[in-house]
């Protein structure tokens, strides 16, 4: 079917209502911004997942980040899209104000740079991803172990979303297939969701990121609901086995680990943290594995999960805005509740 059939198809699709969940940030961002949303059906529903980093990274992260670049001969390192994220207490953002050292950057690797100019300060990468950014960070680790750089230091908050994937399927959420996130399955390969539809008899479709292949991924799972399949339609990057080179790399200093989901709580083996032998290099990162910070009065963690849309939390545009964000979501411009209030996503 060419495109003009597909979009004609789910603008007048009358069958029974259909949840489809996206779990790529840059997904969520390519839907609101190709205003996918008013081409479907109203019995066509997608949902945004946890697939921002930002968004479920953890306010004892953040709090952690804001002590150490408070430190005495320490600086920390990180990328924009972190520096405004709350705290249980503060920002980075905040925290700079406050006389902490602070620097963004746009490349992992520009911390050696830095470290190398000022060998008297220690420098720590806020390092937070998911599979695709982690071999950034494992290249990162290699280069400064076999240049001999002391000075560099990681605070991780790895996530791998497989695992996510399997804690929102056991939930009462009604979830009828998955957009599966095309970065990710870049690294993970196409096979690493297969186990989960076949568990879950759901279909998984891997999306581009125009929104001509949205519209396919979502009229492909149209087509497959019920049924527990995996369907690549990003073949130009996406293989079955995923790129084994990275993988290998990250294996040799990361190790599976429980990790701490923003709204989601801890979940089982679903990040990555610094092998013990490489201990020095860690700033304190299984430390925060656990996250008992909560603002009782935001709801992004229900808004991840699919409980509720983000107009449903009673925050939404009146005290939380992209000007005074209240929670993650609506921080990063790759959470749902940024996009909701940007683009008036239905």
């Known amino acids: 079917m060419n495109i003009k059939d597909i979009t004609e198809f789910l603008s007048k699709y009358d069958g029974e209502e259909l949840s489809f969940m996206e779990v790529c940030g840059t997904?969520?961002?390519?839907?609101?911004?190709?205003?996918?949303?008013?081409?479907?059906?109203?019995?066509?529903?997608?949902?945004?997942?946890?697939?921002?980093?930002?968004?479920?990274?953890v306010a004892s992260?953040?709090?952690?980040?804001?002590?150490?670049?408070?430190?005495?001969?320490?600086?920390?390192?990180?990328?924009?899209?972190?520096?405004?994220?709350?705290?249980?207490?503060?920002?980075?953002?905040?925290?700079?104000?406050?006389?902490?050292?602070?620097?963004?950057?746009?490349?992992?690797?520009?911390?050696?740079?830095?470290?190398?100019?000022?060998?008297?300060t220690d420098f720590v990468f806020a390092a937070v991803g998911f599979e695709t950014t982690t071999p950034v960070y494992a290249v990162l680790l290699d280069k400064i172990i076999k240049?001999?750089?002391?000075?560099?230091?990681?605070?991780?908050?790895?996530?791998?979303?497989?695992?996510?994937?399997?804690?929102?399927?056991?939930?009462?959420?009604?979830?009828?297939?998955f957009i599966a996130p095309g970065h990710v399955s870049v690294i993970t390969?196409?096979?690493?969701?297969?186990?989960?539809?076949?568990?879950?008899?759901?279909?998984?479709?891997?999306?581009?990121?125009?929104?001509?292949?949205l519209l396919a991924a979502i009229y492909a799972l149209v087509k497959l609901k019920n049924k527990g399949r995996v369907l690549n339609l990003y073949k130009s990057a996406v293989t079955d086995n995923g790129n084994?080179?990275?993988k290998t790399l990250v294996n040799k200093y990361f190790e599976p680990c429980d990790a701490a989901w923003r709204g989601m709580g801890r979940i089982k083996n679903s990040g990555m943290v610094l092998k013990k032998e490489y201990i020095y290099y860690d700033a304190g990162s299984r430390e925060l594995m656990n996250d008992s910070i909560k603002n009782n009065s935001c709801r992004c963690g229900e808004v991840i999960t699919?409980?509720?849309?983000?107009?449903?939390?009673?925050?939404?545009?009146?005290?939380c805005t992209p000007e005074n964000p209240q929670g993650a979501c609506m921080v990063s411009n790759e959470g749902a509740c940024f996009h909701y209030f940007i683009n008036n996503r239905k």
């Open 61 to 120: 992260y953040i709090d952690k980040l804001c002590g150490l670049a408070l430190e005495k001969n320490t600086c920390v390192v990180t990328f924009g899209d972190l520096i405004r994220v709350p705290g249980s207490v503060s920002s980075l953002q905040e925290t700079k104000s406050k006389g902490g050292r602070i620097e963004m950057v746009y490349s992992p690797l520009d911390i050696i740079r830095l470290a190398e100019r000022d060998s008297k």
């Open 244 to 246: 084994v080179k990275a």
């Open 27 to 57: 997904h969520t961002a390519s839907i609101s911004e190709n205003g996918i949303p008013f081409l479907l059906s109203d019995k066509i529903k997608l949902i945004s997942g946890p697939g921002c980093p930002v968004c479920v990274t």
């Open 189 to 213: 390969g196409a096979n690493e969701f297969i186990p989960l539809a076949e568990k879950y008899n759901l279909p998984f479709v891997i999306s581009g990121f125009k929104g001509e292949e």
């Open 306 to 319: 699919g409980c509720i849309s983000p107009r449903e939390c009673p925050l939404f545009a009146s005290a």
């Open 147 to 177: 240049e001999n750089i002391k000075n560099v230091r990681l605070l991780t908050a790895l996530k791998t979303m497989p695992a996510a994937i399997d804690a929102l399927c056991k939930t009462d959420n009604k979830i009828d297939g």
